[in-house]
């Protein structure tokens, strides 16, 4: 009877454990020849909040692929990738649903508006608290190409798949949901999986979940995978599989990622030296195998590594595979063992695995170099970036966007963060900060927390809540600080050493806090370069005073060992050797250096140039101090020898920036540049410019690429007078103040910009209106509208010259903003330069300037690819004349847009021009080979 009653109770409790789990059974028909998965559903979702649920949302991430108007294709657009936008509707995937049941009865289903990818049921009876449902699904998926996200079909046939079949969303209280947005961060409940799986021959299948022998059918093979506590579910079929599987003394490592040409006895060794660093931090892992793919690495590569071609190798091979290993693994592991949102919370995995990442290399590459063997290099190990040990580029990678105001805080939504914010900067200041609590708080307090943390949460959802929580319990140090400034906000640390006296026995000194944080700061004694004591000062509110013991300390030094991301280390330190010691030496490195903070960097860059056709080749020297940091005060000074003209040439300039925190006004600049060049054949002119600008953007969303630009300029010109030189026979030097307001909406798909600009001059005043708009169709076809509109308000310069008219054709650019070739040419190819301004036209015509005032629209349409067509119309009005209706029209062959392109005329005013004499001269180009202007095209998709 007791017997009985036992089996009764284990049965009983059986049931229980079985019903309050999620469950997932799934059978599933690949027909890859068509991308086609036939799937078979059964969905079990326990309701663990006290609520009744008339409403569920499933995630239906494959469909993300459907049309150009998802949330993953605008984000594909947002970041200047158009093979999306551009790929053939049967390139994309979709999902069919045929059915959603529920007690054989058929469920009202919807996707959601603007979100195709979630799915909204309504349930035939309210769910239940505590209580399950049960629904069955029949649908179809195609699969989509897999050179959009790297998951999908291969050109080679293999396939990468991720978030392929319908998953519950998680209720808490409040559903989470959201698209698919290619970052990795699907939120699921996590649930036992059963997936029954048909296949063509000739594949072989990998998977995380365990798995049986396939067995072979008539024409497919067909195998059983599952596996328990599931949130992930990679699946590849591959025909030739490079997936290695190494068994450790714990579990399967199953990995494809690059193995650099290591022997498989240093691949295992390697493998197990991590599952050993792994284990010992974290414990036993709860599966059997754990998948690392090369697709993950590719996702979160070792930044610095993954930018060199394969022949240059700075790392040994096995210092490459190894943390490319350790990362991915890190991350898999973290990722499949702490349920976090990933949406919201993603911080908290990224912030332990760099954390581990960099212990690991303290602990067994504690000499290993940021420019690894670089740093031995003759002419190399002179500069500051060959003293940097690897873990140091970290704080680098985090301060470039600190210093350029473009940081964002760790609690932001992951879709809200730039690319380079989600992708490095973000994940270093996360493993960064925890390193410096763990040195605030000291006793490896704060890495013991992380793994009792990640033990006792494995297979359980947790929030970065859970850890604040374990951290506080284990230390009587006050950590809000951490989890209210260094989480939640993008206020800086910067502190600084003001006032210094000292005794015999005792120093007196006062640390400025330089924002206004609570965060606390290490202070050093030293003796040379040896440390004499360490205390961290806390509650600096504004400036604090303290005492501390002399000792034989002869400097005073704030975050010494650099644990800290400080916005700002040259303020941190005082001698107290004497009055004047504290004045830094200077030091001069011939190129660009990382920052050394305990120097005044002078910095030399030979230059090698060809800015004009006057002055030809240049050879000259750059003279200047900005770092790899960027700093707020930059100047520089670069003369150059210009070979042609047989003349020193050269340009000079002195900017301040003041960068604001949380207001749309995102930086204030001022300063003064100036140039001397040719300008004409053995004629050269002087500029000296100083200007004010204010830069605005969202400060509510860095992803806008809404911006505002105001100018304030004073140009002062001063040209070499030549009598057989119409255009500098009357005015050769002259000053015209400038006013230009920008607004800028630059995306891949739809381009809005326009200006507005005013100037004034001694002679002269004049307004002019400038709009373009760009935009990319469903049909991959382009659209280019731009419209202009100038007058004077006052011209009293000779009529005989047009040098400060408005042009139609080729602006004069008196003001010396555009980058000609030849701007005084007449003739020849460089007279065929195309500068984007003014009247905008590409015919050269009769009537090519205008003094009073001028009005053109240009447009182009796409024809074939990158071949389009152009059209230009307008009025230009002269004095003393009516105005006169100018056109053109021709082929625009747009390789670069923006950067290099062709202009071929065809019909204008001036008739059939193609039919003309002398046509090669009326083709005309844009091009731009100035470095910065083409860096441009990579900025504008990170920041």
């Not at 078979?40 to 499933?58: A, C």
């Not at 319990?473 to 600080?481: A, C, E, F, R, V």
């Not at 700061?521 to 002399?550: A, C, F, Q």
């Amino acid at each position: 009877m007791r017997i009985r009653f036992l089996n009764c109770i284990i049965f009983f409790a059986l049931c229980l454990s079985a019903f309050g789990q999620n469950k997932i059974d799934l059978k599933a028909d690949f027909d890859i020849e068509n991308r086609q998965i036939k799937i078979s559903q059964t969905i079990q979702y326990h309701n663990t909040t006290d609520d009744v649920l008339q409403t569920i949302y499933l995630n239906d991430w494959n469909n993300s692929y459907s049309t150009k108007k998802t949330p993953l294709a605008i984000r594909i657009a947002d970041e200047y990738k158009n093979d999306f936008h551009l790929a053939k509707s049967e390139d994309r995937g979709f999902s069919v649903i045929a059915s959603i049941k529920q007690n054989d009865e058929d469920l009202v289903y919807t996707q959601l508006k603007n979100q195709t990818d979630i799915i909204e049921v309504k349930l035939n009876e309210p769910l239940q608290p505590k209580a399950s449902y049960t629904i069955h699904l029949e649908y179809l998926v195609k699969i989509p190409k897999a050179k959009f996200t790297k998951y999908g079909i291969t050109d080679e046939g293999d396939v990468n798949l991720r978030y392929w079949y319908i998953t519950p969303a998680v209720y808490d209280g409040e559903w989470h949901y959201f698209s698919n947005k290619d970052l990795n961060d699907l939120y699921i409940p996590k649930a036992d999986v059963f997936l029954n799986i048909n296949y063509p021959n000739g594949y072989a299948i990998t998977s995380e979940l365990n798995s049986n022998t396939p067995l072979q059918l008539d024409n497919k093979q067909q195998v059983t995978l599952e596996g328990k506590d599931r949130i992930n579910n990679k699946l590849f079929l591959s025909k030739n599989s490079k997936f290695k599987t190494l068994q450790t003394d714990n579990f399967a490592i199953v990995s494809d990622i690059n193995d650099e040409g290591l022997e498989i006895i240093d691949k295992v060794l390697i493998t197990e030296k991590v599952t050993e660093f792994i284990f010992k931090n974290f414990g036993a892992y709860p599966h059997k195998k754990l998948l690392l793919t090369q697709i993950d690495n590719d996702y979160d590569p070792i930044y610095g590594l993954n930018f060199l071609p394969s022949f240059i190798q700075p790392y040994p091979n096995h210092f490459q595979y190894e943390l490319k290993l350790l990362k991915v693994a890190l991350h898999n592991y973290l990722e499949n063992t702490l349920f976090i949102n990933p949406r919201t919370e993603q911080w908290l995995i990224d912030g332990i695995q760099i954390y581990y990442l960099m212990n690991y290399v303290d602990e067994h590459y504690p000499d290993m170099k940021f420019l690894g063997t670089f740093a031995d290099f003759w002419g190399v190990r002179s500069f500051h970036a060959a003293d940097m040990k690897f873990n140091d580029k970290y704080v680098l990678a985090y301060l470039l966007m600190a210093r350029t105001n473009r940081d964002q805080p760790l609690t932001m939504a992951k879709d809200s963060l730039l690319k380079f914010n989600k992708n490095i900067a973000n994940k270093y200041k996360a493993g960064v900060g925890l390193k410096y609590l763990d040195d605030f708080v000291n006793k490896d307090v704060v890495e013991k927390s992380i793994q009792s943390f990640v033990k006792q949460h494995k297979l359980k959802s947790t929030s970065p809540r859970d850890l604040e929580t374990y951290l506080k319990s284990n230390t009587d140090k006050n950590l809000d600080w951490f989890f209210e400034d260094y989480l939640n906000s993008r206020k800086k640390i910067d502190f600084k050493i003001r006032k210094v006296k000292k005794t015999e026995d005792s120093i007196t000194l006062t640390i400025k806090n330089k924002s206004d944080t609570k965060m606390p700061v290490s202070l050093y004694s030293l003796y040379n370069d040896s440390v004499i004591s360490k205390r961290w000062v806390e509650n600096i509110k504004g400036s604090k005073t303290i005492t501390i013991p002399r000792l034989e300390a002869n400097k005073l030094v704030l975050n010494y060992e650099n644990k800290i991301p400080e916005f700002n280390l040259r303020d941190n330190w005082k001698s107290l050797k004497g009055f004047f010691f504290n004045n830094k030496p200077l030091q001069f490195r011939v190129f660009q250096d990382v920052e050394d903070p305990y120097y005044n960097q002078v910095f030399f860059m030979p230059t090698f140039e060809f800015n004009n056709i006057y002055d030809g080749f240049t050879l000259g020297i750059k003279t200047y101090n900005k770092t790899v940091l960027r700093k707020l005060f930059n100047y520089k000074i670069e003369p150059r020898y210009a070979f042609k003209s047989k003349t020193i040439t050269g340009s000079g300039a002195v900017f301040k920036t003041h960068y604001i925190n949380d207001k749309n006004l995102f930086a204030v600049h001022y300063g003064i540049a100036g140039g001397y060049n040719s300008y004409a054949e053995d004629l050269f002119v002087r500029q000296i410019t100083p200007s004010l600008q204010f830069q605005f953007r969202q400060n509510d969303d860095f992803r806008s690429n809404k911006k505002q630009l105001l100018t304030l300029r004073y140009v002062d010109i001063h040209r070499d007078k030549d009598v057989n030189n119409v255009l500098t026979s009357t005015t050769p030097n002259y000053s015209i103040f400038n006013i230009r307001y920008i607004n800028s909406n630059d995306n891949l798909i739809n381009y809005n910009k326009w200006y507005t600009d005013f100037q004034i001059g001694e002679k002269f005043s004049k307004i002019s209106f400038n709009y373009e708009y760009r935009k990319l169709l469903e049909s991959n076809r382009q659209i280019n509208i731009r419209a202009f509109a100038g007058a004077f308000l006052k011209n009293n310069t000779d009529l005989e010259s047009n040098y400060f008219n408005f042009a139609l054709d080729r602006p004069t650019d008196y003001l010396f903003d555009y980058n000609y070739l030849g701007r005084s040419e007449a003739s020849g190819i460089f007279s065929q330069q195309y500068i984007d301004a003014e009247g905008g036209f590409k015919s050269k015509l009769e009537s090519p300037f205008a003094n009073q005032w001028i009005t053109t629209i240009n447009a182009s349409t796409t024809i074939w690819k990158y071949v389009l067509a152009y059209g230009d119309i307008g009025l230009v009005k002269n004095k003393f004349d009516s105005a006169k209706f100018v056109y053109d029209s021709g082929v625009r062959i747009n390789l670069v847009t923006d950067y290099f392109e062709i202009y071929l005329p065809v019909y204008s005013n001036l008739g059939w021009e193609i039919g003309q004499p002398n046509y090669d001269q009326k083709i005309r180009f844009k091009f731009t080979a100035d470095p910065q202007v083409l860096l441009g095209l990579f900025r504008r998709r990170w920041y």
